[in-house]
């Protein structure tokens, strides 16, 4: 007998990950199938999970081959259209195949393909790539499936992914002057420090005369940069893998996206784009026939940030608890209280699903509004980073200069 791990969505809606003991993943299915579960993964339980994922440095490496989120919205987008002009799962997948020339994506079509083509359910295929379509996405499919609205699923979940990466775009485009400005500091700094400053030490080192602490600096700065160069790149490299491993860990994860929220400008900026996406990903589960719990599940797996993470999850706690989504938002100063009344008229109306997308849209113009300030809100900021940089810079280059008028007058 082997023992299997699943996630299934239960006869109550709600996402369940366990593990049963049986000869084949066959097994499993029918045992699940025959209590009223809708398989989401199935796999074999590895005992030595914990340890690969311990000494598993390659998730420490950046993957330059990966599947971008705008790949996967027009994925999404373009299935949707097909699908909804009545082309049969399958040929939709061998259609989509032809059409993307990332490599990696059509590879993972591929499968996608030969899996449905196999018998495996769309959701079953998706979960098979957590790294590309995330939970939330295969549970949507999941709902689709089990209740004959795959159309309007996947309609939603283009609709979800084409604002994710709206929100991504708008980030880059507000952030590129400033680290535009920032380069071309770093960049002068380095060249300054490199070539223009080891002149004056020797022309001082002629005259025997002591060099202002300004240019002692930015020489000490040089020699690191020239002299130990290697033992810098590797202290660098060691420190980044180190805090890597530590945001890895559940503490220092914790730790660092309170934080996050706690720096000025940006952790508004995040708590806005976090209650945006919570919201939205609510709307779109509920919308697909998900149970406001099982939502609330998959909408705390997704969140970028631990802390709205558990927040999340505590709400959904006392959901099961019995407590009304109103009332469990109204204990959080996280959410104002236009969205939970706006949650609150959904609830007495019927309407939930709607009133939670007018509340991601609430917060999509509060997100836009911050993210169109940003420059103005950083200004202040760059300018006293910009005027330390070019105040160290000047005065390490004309000190010595003036010094040296005296020298020569003397």
Same mark, same amino acid.
Request: aromatic share 10%.
């Given at each position: 007998?082997?023992?299997?791990?699943?996630?299934?969505?239960?006869?109550?809606?709600?996402?369940?990950?366990?593990?049963?003991?049986?000869?084949?993943?066959?097994?499993?299915?029918?045992?699940?199938?025959?209590?009223?579960?809708?398989?989401?993964? #199935?796999? @074999?339980?590895? %005992? /030595?999970?914990? *340890?690969?994922?311990? &000494?598993?440095?390659? !998730? +420490?490496?950046?993957?330059?081959?990966?599947?971008?989120?705008?790949?996967?919205?027009?994925?999404?987008?373009?299935?949707?259209?097909?699908?909804?002009?009545? #082309?049969? @799962?399958?040929? %939709? /997948?061998?259609? *989509?195949?032809?059409? &993307?020339?990332?490599? !990696? +994506?059509?590879?993972?079509?591929?499968?996608?393909?030969?899996?449905?083509?196999?018998?495996?359910?769309?959701?079953?295929?998706?979960?098979?790539?957590?790294?590309?379509?995330?939970?939330?996405?295969?549970?949507?499919?999941?709902?689709?499936?089990?209740?004959?609205?795959?159309?309007?699923?996947?309609?939603?979940?283009?609709?979800?992914?084409?604002?994710?990466?709206?929100?991504?775009?708008?980030?880059?485009?507000?952030?590129?002057?400033?680290?535009?400005?920032?380069?071309?500091?770093?960049?002068?700094?380095?060249?300054?420090?490199?070539?223009?400053?080891?002149?004056?030490?020797?022309?001082?080192?002629?005259?025997?005369?002591?060099?202002?602490?300004?240019?002692?600096?930015?020489?000490?700065?040089?020699?690191?940069?020239?002299?130990?160069?290697?033992?810098?790149?590797?202290?660098?490299?060691?420190?980044?893998?180190?805090?890597?491993?530590?945001?890895?860990?559940?503490?220092?994860?914790?730790?660092?996206?309170?934080?996050?929220?706690?720096?000025?400008?940006?952790?508004?900026?995040?708590?806005?784009?976090?209650?945006?996406?919570?919201?939205?990903?609510?709307?779109?589960?509920?919308?697909?026939?998900?149970?406001?719990?099982?939502?609330?599940?998959?909408?705390?797996?997704?969140?970028?940030?631990?802390?709205?993470?558990?927040?999340?999850?505590?709400?959904?706690?006392?959901?099961?608890?019995?407590?009304?989504?109103?009332?469990?938002?109204?204990?959080?100063?996280?959410?104002?209280?236009?969205?939970?009344?706006?949650?609150?008229?959904?609830?007495?109306?019927?309407?939930?699903?709607?009133?939670?997308?007018?509340?991601?849209?609430?917060?999509?113009?509060?997100?836009?509004?911050?993210?169109?300030?940003?420059?103005?809100?950083?200004?202040?900021?760059?300018?006293?980073?910009?005027?330390?940089?070019?105040?160290?810079?000047?005065?390490?280059?004309?000190?010595?200069?003036?010094?040296?008028?005296?020298?020569?007058?003397?």
């Amino acid at each position: 007998m082997n023992k299997f791990e699943y996630k299934a969505i239960n006869d109550r809606g709600e996402i369940v990950v366990e593990q049963m003991e049986a000869s084949t993943a066959d097994e499993v299915f029918a045992a699940l199938t025959t209590r009223g579960y809708n398989p989401i993964n #199935i796999k @074999l339980a590895s %005992t /030595l999970g914990d *340890l690969a994922k311990v &000494f598993d440095f390659s !998730k +420490l490496m950046p993957d330059f081959n990966k599947v971008k989120s705008r790949d996967t919205m027009l994925l999404f987008r373009q299935m949707s259209a097909l699908f909804s002009a009545g #082309i049969p @799962l399958f040929e %939709t /997948l061998v259609a *989509l195949e032809e059409q &993307f020339a990332h490599e !990696k +994506l059509r590879e993972i079509i591929t499968k996608l393909k030969e899996e449905v083509a196999a018998g495996t359910t769309l959701s079953d295929a998706l979960s098979q790539f957590p790294k590309v379509f995330p939970t939330l996405v295969v549970a949507m499919v999941a709902a689709g499936e089990r209740s004959g609205t795959m159309e309007e699923v996947l309609k939603k979940i283009s609709q979800y992914l084409e604002k994710e990466n709206l929100f991504h775009q708008k980030i880059s485009s507000a952030m590129r002057y400033p680290l535009i400005l920032v380069g071309a500091l770093v960049s002068a700094f380095i060249f300054a420090v490199l070539f223009i400053l080891p002149t004056f030490k020797q022309v001082f080192a002629a005259f025997k005369s002591d060099l202002p602490l300004p240019t002692q600096i930015l020489l000490g700065i040089n020699t690191i940069m020239t002299v130990y160069w290697l033992p810098m790149i590797i202290v660098l490299v060691l420190l980044y893998l180190l805090f890597k491993y530590y945001v890895a860990t559940p503490v220092g994860k914790h730790t660092l996206d309170s934080l996050m929220l706690k720096i000025p400008i940006l952790g508004p900026l995040i708590t806005k784009l976090s209650l945006a996406r919570f919201f939205t990903m609510l709307a779109s589960t509920i919308g697909s026939g998900i149970s406001v719990v099982s939502g609330l599940e998959i909408t705390a797996g997704t969140a970028d940030n631990v802390v709205i993470s558990d927040a999340i999850l505590s709400i959904r706690e006392k959901v099961v608890g019995g407590t009304a989504l109103s009332e469990s938002l109204r204990q959080f100063s996280l959410f104002p209280p236009a969205a939970i009344y706006m949650v609150s008229t959904g609830e007495k109306t019927g309407s939930l699903d709607t009133m939670l997308a007018k509340s991601a849209q609430y917060f999509d113009e509060e997100t836009d509004y911050t993210i169109s300030n940003l420059m103005t809100l950083l200004e202040p900021i760059l300018i006293f980073v910009l005027g330390l940089g070019v105040l160290l810079l000047a005065l390490g280059i004309f000190l010595p200069m003036w010094n040296m008028s005296k020298l020569y007058t003397g």
